[in-house]
């Protein structure tokens, strides 16, 4: 079939930045506030963090990844997680335990009414 066409072979015509009709279209996109999430279901994981200069014992908390790729796991929790924490994340897996270290990058409150409502942060982890 033919979708298999590359963006640059497709013509969109011309834009005019100018038109009013874009510009109160990009004016409403603005206040947009986008929450995409992989649409595999949450796996529930528990995350361990170092509390501050007593890193020989741990605090291990309940969290959900939400989405996972080979760089980067999107954590939802209940607490927030500072920007630059390095984090352990152990997720069940076949009968044991997998680990994963990573850091967080990104980290804000859920923009979703149910996020909003059960006090619910998303955390942006990258591999180390």
Known sequence: MGHDKSRSSVSIGAVDWNDPHLGSLLEKA??????????????????????????????????????????????????????????????????????AWGKVFEGREGHRAEDRENGLFLNWLRFD
Do not use: Y
């Open 30 to 99: 603005d206040s947009w506030r986008l929450d995409n999430r992989s649409n595999l279901p949450p796996q529930e994981v528990q995350v361990q963090l170092s509390t501050g200069w007593v890193t020989t014992n741990p605090v291990s908390k309940p969290a959900l990844m939400v989405a996972k790729n080979d760089e980067v796991m999107v954590l939802v929790t209940r607490f927030p997680i500072p920007h630059g924490e390095h984090v352990r994340v152990d997720s069940p897996q076949d009968g044991g335990v997998r680990i």
